[in-house]
């Protein structure tokens, strides 16, 4: 059976405090349930330290949004793999449509942060996701493909099976938009179909693939409920307790 899982990608939110706060309510509110998914969380660079000690000993686990693929250097204003696992990261967010599409980060470049992030033992959230005009103009197929093939170029079957990946269409990521449960799940189920033409048919049932764009409390249960949706990458309703909550136990 598939790994089931709900992340909360908190982008550029919560200063220190904040993150505190959010996450004594949301171990407040998970103490004791009998979780059928996993959690992870991914709060900003500045909140990670403290928010892993916060988690010890709870069932939430931690993620990172972003990371270089150099171990150190000159880059300024980057994270290497060796902080985040310093202060506990277990997951990173790479590909994300914003990181594509504000900061420009090519299929090449999210390959390079994938490889590393397996090396240093970190589990990708690898996203993937067409624009709007790509969806309108028919094209979401060709789209999808090329990100999954060149995200894990040179690759091998071993190391695929320990990347998560989500798909989440950039049309419905902050717009309010979601793409329909059907929709969803056609895309989940050909990304399956890539990793069965590229590797077998044990990967692509192995691999779980998360939902991601305007997932809400009120749309949850339907999105994964489809056989192909393993969980949800939440964005703006993981920032109240409360609705994590709920997407959580949907």
């Known amino acids: 059976m598939r790994r089931r899982i709900i992340a909360g990608n908190w982008k550029m939110f919560n200063n220190i405090s904040e993150s505190q706060n959010l996450v004594s309510k949301l171990v407040s509110g998970l103490n004791n349930q009998n979780l059928i998914r996993e959690v992870i969380i991914c709060p900003p660079f500045t909140s990670l330290s403290e928010i892993s000690n916060?988690?010890?000993?709870t069932k939430i686990e931690l993620g990172?949004?972003?990371?270089?693929?150099?171990?150190?250097g000159a880059f300024t204003g980057e994270i290497s793999n060796d902080m985040l696992k310093s202060v506990g990261c277990k997951y990173v967010i790479l590909g994300h449509?914003?990181?594509?599409?504000?900061?420009?980060?090519?299929?090449?470049?999210?390959?390079?942060?994938?490889k590393k992030?397996?090396?240093?033992?970190?589990?990708?959230?690898f996203c993937i996701g067409e624009s709007l005009v790509q969806r309108e103009n028919g094209t979401t197929k060709?789209?999808?493909?090329?990100?999954?093939?060149?995200?894990?170029?040179?690759?091998?079957?071993?190391?695929?099976?320990?990347?998560?990946?989500?798909?989440?269409?950039?049309?419905?990521i902050g717009t309010g938009k979601t793409a329909s449960p059907q929709?969803?799940?056609?895309?989940?189920k050909f990304i399956r179909s890539i990793l069965k033409d590229t590797f077998s048919e044990a990967t692509s049932e192995n691999i779980p693939i998360l939902y991601g764009g305007s997932v809400k409390p009120n749309n949850a249960e339907d999105l994964l409920a489809k056989e192909d949706i393993d969980g949800a990458l939440v964005g703006g309703a993981c920032l109240e307790a409360e609705s994590f909550i709920s997407i959580i136990k949907a």
């Open 142 to 172: 060709e789209v999808i493909e090329r990100q999954v093939l060149e995200g894990i170029k040179d690759l091998n079957e071993e190391d695929v099976n320990k990347i998560i990946i989500a798909y989440e269409p950039i049309w419905a």
């Open 183 to 188: 929709q969803a799940q056609e895309v989940h």
């Open 97 to 114: 449509s914003e990181r594509r599409t504000i900061f420009g980060e090519s299929d090449e470049l999210i390959n390079k942060k994938i």
């Open 117 to 125: 992030a397996l090396y240093s033992d970190l589990t990708p959230i």
């Open 64 to 72: 990172a949004q972003n990371m270089h693929f150099e171990e150190k």
């Open 54 to 57: 916060l988690l010890k000993g």
